[in-house]
């Protein structure tokens, strides 16, 4: 084999293993473990316009006018009962607080609270 050859096969197979190595270091970096520590969470307000079930047991809140999606992650598997969380917070005004993330809007969320009461909380102690 040619010596421009063998280069050229080398440079082929470096990019070949290096794309998928990148990737994966870009998505531990960006998607890895969320920090759901009350300083890197966010407070939203809105009336929840539908609770529904979601992939993993999650449990995805919509807010009436707000693009972004929050949910609790394996909310059911967290003791809480989506028929229950429907009946009670559905066309009702909420507090979320979610953690903050630089890639998307919404997201995890870590406490929901309905007027003074706090439905749901990560937050040791907060119950």
Known sequence: MKKQNKQLLLKVVSTLIAIPVLLIIFAL???????????????????????SEATSYDIVFKLKDDNAIYYVNRGLERGLELNDLKAQLEGKKVSIWHAKTGYLEGGHITQVEAGEKIIYTEWVGDL
């Not at 473990?33 to 939203?44: A, E, G, H, L, W």
């Open 29 to 51: 970096v960006a998607i890895g473990p969320v920090d759901t520590s009350r300083s890197n969470c966010k407070q939203v307000e809105g009336v929840v316009e539908q609770i």
